[in-house]
């Protein structure tokens, strides 16, 4: 067994004075009893730092343009310059607190670094599932701001799930969530992203697709049926051409329906001659997807994961009652992502062990937020708020951040890199 270094902080989502021995290192956690926790561990490192350019403004993506290759440039005690990879838990309207975390993180990159960077300058790869994925579109094909992310999710949430059937037939609704394609329209979430699209310049039906210099990566989960494994929807060619079909012919919106389509909220979208329903139920959390695809495209380079959750989802002991219980406890064990991070992390111990990968999860509060409850907005900031102004987490966010300054800005982002 690897034994960790004497500088281990391990982060969990448990709130103050519930976490016995933060020496403790990975393997060996002590929580309260009936409480679920998952680690991450960020050892100290030297600092390094780099200039940072000015950011540049969103523009339209340039039909056949390809860049310099990007020299990789040396930073202390890596190989390499890291890779940066971002993913993004699905969660319904409880995305609001993955992008809240995400502000935070990127506000206290700002303060130690002095300079502002968005999430589409500052990582090499976004990756999300279901609305997840809707917000890594938002910040890395669209190349909105954390802020106007924020503000356009809790109007998007509302315009989004506004139910098609009665609230007053409860077994109906819950019949509906069994068994119906969908109880949301699709046609507002479809508007919403075409409306963004027009707003940052680009035509309704602009391609996922993104050749330009300075662009991230960017894919989506999402799946051809309930029993299949996910589908890759990419904003980039992949080296083994797996999905280059969709790569040529999905556009933004589509790509956006595709990875929100789970089969209790809104219906299959078809693009080209397939049906795809969301990635959730399979990939609710991406980080092994992103994981074999940043192994891919960058096989020889070290690559620092930011893994952020949308509040976990209470354990199958849950029982249901009726029939309105059991769709909602089916909901919420699938769609919990803590099991997922968990597997990941021991099956990665060295990227822990070497600071390269963090996991930010609110993991109380939010379990009984029901992922189309739009009217807990302020519930869902409330707690994520407490979270965040945790002693431990605190900590946690802070080293995160010196571990992103000490990587440098994405180098695809300063020098351009050809596709």
Same mark, same amino acid.
């Given at each position: 067994?690897v034994?960790?270094?004497?500088?281990?902080?391990?982060?969990?989502?448990l709130?103050?004075?519930?976490?016995?021995?933060?020496?403790?290192?990975?393997q060996?956690?002590?929580?309260?009893?009936?409480?679920?926790s998952?680690?991450?561990?960020s050892?100290?490192?030297?600092?390094?730092?780099?200039?940072?350019?000015?950011?540049?403004?969103?523009?339209?993506?340039?039909?056949?343009e390809?860049g310099?290759?990007?020299?990789?440039?040396?930073?202390?005690?890596?190989?390499?310059?890291?890779?940066?990879?971002?993913?993004?838990?699905?969660?319904?309207?409880?995305?609001?607190a993955?992008?809240?975390?995400?502000?935070?993180?990127?506000?206290?990159?700002?303060?130690?670094?002095?300079?502002?960077?968005?999430?589409?300058?500052?990582?090499?790869? $976004?990756?999300?599932?279901?609305?997840?994925?809707?917000?890594?579109?938002?910040?890395?094909?669209?190349?909105?701001?954390?802020?106007?992310?924020?503000e356009?999710y809790?109007?998007?949430?509302?315009?989004?799930?506004?139910?098609v059937?009665?609230?007053?037939?409860?077994?109906?609704?819950?019949?509906?969530?069994?068994?119906?394609?969908?109880?949301?329209?699709?046609?507002p979430?479809?508007?919403?992203v075409?409306?963004?699209?027009?707003?940052?310049g680009?035509?309704?039906?602009?391609?996922?697709?993104?050749?330009?210099?300075?662009a991230?990566?960017?894919?989506?989960?999402?799946?051809?049926?309930?029993?299949?494994?996910?589908?890759?929807?990419?904003?980039?060619?992949?080296?083994?051409?797996?999905?280059?079909?969709?790569?040529?012919?999905?556009?933004?919106?589509?790509?956006?329906?595709?990875?929100?389509?789970?089969?209790?909220?809104?219906?299959? $979208?078809?693009?080209?001659?397939?049906?795809?329903?969301?990635?959730?139920?399979r990939?609710?959390?991406?980080?092994?997807?992103?994981?074999?695809?940043?192994?891919?495209?960058?096989?020889?380079?070290?690559?620092?994961?930011?893994?952020?959750?949308?509040g976990?989802?209470?354990?199958?002991?849950?029982?249901?009652?009726?029939?309105?219980?059991?769709?909602?406890?089916?909901?919420? $064990?699938?769609?919990?992502?803590?099991?997922?991070?968990?597997?990941?992390?021991?099956?990665?111990?060295?990227?822990?062990?070497?600071?390269?990968?963090?996991?930010?999860?609110?993991?109380?509060?939010?379990?009984?937020?029901?992922?189309?409850?739009?009217?807990? $907005?302020?519930?869902?900031?409330?707690?994520?708020?407490?979270?965040?102004?945790?002693?431990?987490?605190?900590?946690?966010?802070?080293?995160?951040?010196?571990?992103?300054?000490?990587?440098?800005?994405?180098?695809?982002?300063?020098?351009?890199?050809g596709?």
């Amino acid at each position: 067994m690897v034994s960790p270094p004497p500088q281990y902080l391990y982060q969990s989502s448990l709130q103050v004075g519930q976490i016995t021995d933060l020496q403790q290192g990975f393997q060996d956690l002590s929580v309260t009893p009936g409480l679920s926790s998952t680690p991450s561990l960020s050892p100290s490192f030297k600092e390094v730092t780099r200039p940072i350019s000015t950011p540049t403004p969103p523009r339209k993506t340039p039909k056949n343009e390809s860049g310099p290759s990007v020299l990789r440039v040396q930073t202390e005690g890596h190989a390499s310059a890291l890779r940066k990879i971002l993913c993004l838990d699905g969660g319904g309207v409880r995305g609001l607190a993955s992008l809240m975390i995400l502000k935070h993180l990127m506000d206290r990159l700002e303060s130690q670094r002095g300079g502002r960077l968005e999430p589409w300058q500052e990582f090499d790869m $976004i990756a999300g599932t279901s609305t997840g994925g809707l917000i890594a579109i938002m910040l890395g094909r669209l190349r909105m701001t954390v802020d106007e992310c924020i503000e356009t999710y809790k109007t998007l949430s509302r315009r989004i799930f506004s139910p098609v059937h009665s609230k007053a037939n409860i077994a109906g609704r819950a019949l509906t969530k069994l068994k119906a394609e969908g109880k949301f329209e699709s046609e507002p979430l479809e508007q919403v992203v075409k409306e963004i699209c027009r707003d940052r310049g680009l035509s309704e039906a602009e391609l996922l697709k993104d050749n330009s210099d300075d662009a991230p990566k960017v894919f989506v989960c999402a799946a051809q049926g309930i029993n299949s494994d996910a589908v890759v929807i990419r904003s980039y060619k992949s080296g083994d051409g797996e999905y280059d079909d969709l790569y040529q012919i999905c556009k933004i919106w589509e790509a956006a329906r595709a990875t929100s389509a789970a089969s209790t909220f809104f219906p299959p $979208i078809q693009i080209g001659y397939q049906k795809y329903v969301d990635g959730a139920l399979r990939y609710n959390n991406p980080i092994e997807k992103a994981d074999q695809e940043s192994r891919a495209l960058w096989p020889k380079e070290e690559r620092l994961i930011v893994s952020v959750g949308t509040g976990s989802a209470p354990g199958p002991n849950v029982l249901a009652s009726n029939i309105a219980d059991l769709a909602k406890t089916l909901a919420k $064990i699938v769609t919990d992502t803590e099991d997922e991070n968990k597997r990941f992390m021991k099956r990665n111990k060295e990227m822990a062990e070497n600071n390269l990968l963090f996991r930010f999860n609110v993991l109380q509060g939010l379990a009984d937020v029901e992922l189309s409850e739009w009217e807990a $907005i302020g519930e869902i900031m409330a707690h994520t708020g407490t979270y965040m102004r945790s002693p431990d987490t605190t900590r946690f966010f802070d080293k995160c951040a010196e571990m992103m300054k000490q990587s440098g800005q994405r180098l695809g982002y300063i020098a351009g890199e050809g596709r």
